[in-house]
């Protein structure tokens, strides 16, 4: 991600407005926010987007390849104010966390 982009999502959080703006302007440009983690063990997958309500539809697939059958798929809606408020809790912007982390400790959050 763009060094521009980092500092841009950081500084608009301190914003309602600037950040419902950043969020816009960014998923309009990239549609999504993939991501994937897996250790060998255990492995997630969130998908973030905007749904028709200016609102984000966070989907978490989680699994173990310890013999659990099926992963587990959680899809929540939140609202961007609320998604600030929750980056902002966290306090994510301030441990020099990237955007796409940001997201994925969200996803783990709220799904």
Do not use: C
């Amino acid at each position: 991600m763009a060094k521009e982009t980092e500092s841009e999502w950081k500084e608009s959080l301190k914003s309602k407005e600037a950040f419902r703006d950043f969020i816009r302007e960014y998923f309009s440009n990239h549609k999504e926010m993939k991501g994937h983690y897996d250790d060998s063990y255990y492995f997630e997958d969130y998908d973030i987007h905007l749904d028709s309500r200016d609102g984000l539809v966070v989907t978490l697939t989680t699994g173990s390849y310890s013999g659990q059958g099926v992963p587990i798929k959680d899809t929540e809606h939140i609202s961007i104010e609320d998604f600030r408020q929750l980056l902002l809790n966290k306090r994510f912007a301030s441990k020099g966390v990237s955007l796409a982390n940001a997201f994925h400790m969200a996803a783990d959050l709220i799904a």
